[in-house]
């Protein structure tokens, strides 16, 4: 606690003198240098929805727009001869931003969910995936490392198409112990669902191109091959695993204007041209199902965008999508998104008090459009899907061998609360006999 007093007063000096550099250098001058930057960051913002919402000549000035914004906010504080005020203002914030965090943050332990010891393995069987995250399988040499701990294994071959789930089964039947995927997260999930139905141990290698769920899991994305450390010194972790329309997923079910996106032929070749050719038409509602769904007893009307977690994300970001501190809560995370114009696109920048952001936590989802089919990304794989689709999650089914030393699960932020931390920094943090 001593430490934490001590990071709160450091906190409180900061943010003081940050509103001291501005009286003292800027004086009345202050309020101006507010509204500037408040402009300049509203006019960003709208210019960036216009980015994604118009096409042609209209876009080409909102990008114009965009740079040229906080350009003007540089140029006005530089004519005041305040730049030099703001930027040593802004620094102060942000050490009192992160003192205060520091000393709001209580200790916890690395992984905030249970371990349990894992049990010794005779015949593990992991799945590999050459193809997978460009080549990781055999940039990191996973299959001989693997094969020199003991485990058998598998390579899928892409010649024809691999039904990976019937492999799992058919590796579990000849005596496999524990199933394990090296590859992306829409493989990691196939290979869950058929370790979670045998209640077998599932280990999880980051060979894909994002990997998600390791990355909340707490396991090493920049090295794979530390996951293989889990065979001979791991622990075992029991995490919740989703299912949407009868499919697993271990992150994340997306419906409307992504999931729109990702079903083009040309989005695995050009991510970038192809979402913005078709973001104004999904934006603008003339292209797309009009979605429609209830999270519990919370109703989603007619959202752009649609997204159930397996688990909820953080709420520390703008749209709720960054990590996950728990995969085991046996709660869905869904997030909608509906955004009409610039004034809306502002308003995200509040977070999670945007009029444009919808937040709720349900065991169950219930996903209905005015199409018969709809598309779906599945942890990040273009799927269609007959309405309505229901999505559930499945507590702690999945027994997740991880090592034991890892980089350790997300820790969420906590907010900056000036009470607390006044009470904290003020305290002389003496005990009353």
Known sequence: MRGQRWLARASLAAAAAAVLVLGVFAGVRTFGLLGVGLVGVAVTAAAVWWVLSRRGVLRLLAVVLALAAPVWVVVEFTRARLLWVVLVSAALWLLAAGTGRAALATRAP??????????????????????????????????????????????????????????????????????????????????????AALDLPFLVIPAGTRNHFALDLGL???????????????????????????????????????AEVVQSPSYRNDKTRTTLELLPELLAGHRGARLTARAGEYAFTDP??????????????????????????????????????????????????????????????????????????????????????????????????????????????????????????????????
Request: proline fraction near 6%; charged fraction near 25%.
């Open 110 to 195: 690395a992984s905030p969910m249970p371990e349990h010891p894992a049990p010794a393995f005779r015949h593990p069987v992991l799945i590999m995936n050459p193809r997978s995250g460009g080549g990781k399988v055999r940039r990191f040499e996973l299959r001989e490392r693997a094969s020199a701990l003991g485990a058998e294994v598998v390579c899928l071959e892409w010649r024809e198409e691999t039904d990976v789930a019937s492999l799992a089964r058919k590796c579990a039947a000849e005596g496999a112990d524990l199933l394990g995927v090296a590859g992306g997260d829409g493989t990691q999930a196939l290979v869950a669902e058929v370790a």
């Open 304 to 433: 752009q965008a649609l997204l159930v977690s397996n688990n909820p994300y953080g709420t520390r970001d703008i749209a709720g999508l960054g990590r996950r501190t728990r995969l085991d809560t046996g709660t869905l995370g869904c997030v909608g998104v509906r955004v009409t114009n610039a004034a809306h696109a502002t308003g995200l920048l509040r977070g999670k008090r945007s009029a444009g952001l919808v937040r709720a936590t349900a065991a169950s989802v219930l996903v209905d459009a005015d199409q018969e089919w709809i598309p779906v990304g599945l942890d990040g794989e273009a799927v269609r899907m007959r309405v309505p689709v229901h999505c559930e999650v499945r507590p702690r089914v999945l027994r997740v061998i991880v090592p034991r030393n890892r980089p350790g699960t997300y820790r969420e932020r906590p907010t900056l609360d000036w009470r607390r931390l006044g009470r904290l920094g003020l305290s002389s943090g003496r005990r009353k006999a």
């Open 220 to 258: 090493d994305r920049d090295d794979p091959a530390r996951a293989l450390d889990a065979l001979h010194d791991g622990v075992e972790l029991r995490v919740d695993l989703g299912r949407a329309g009868g499919r697993p997923f271990v992150n994340n079910v997306s419906f409307g204007a992504y």
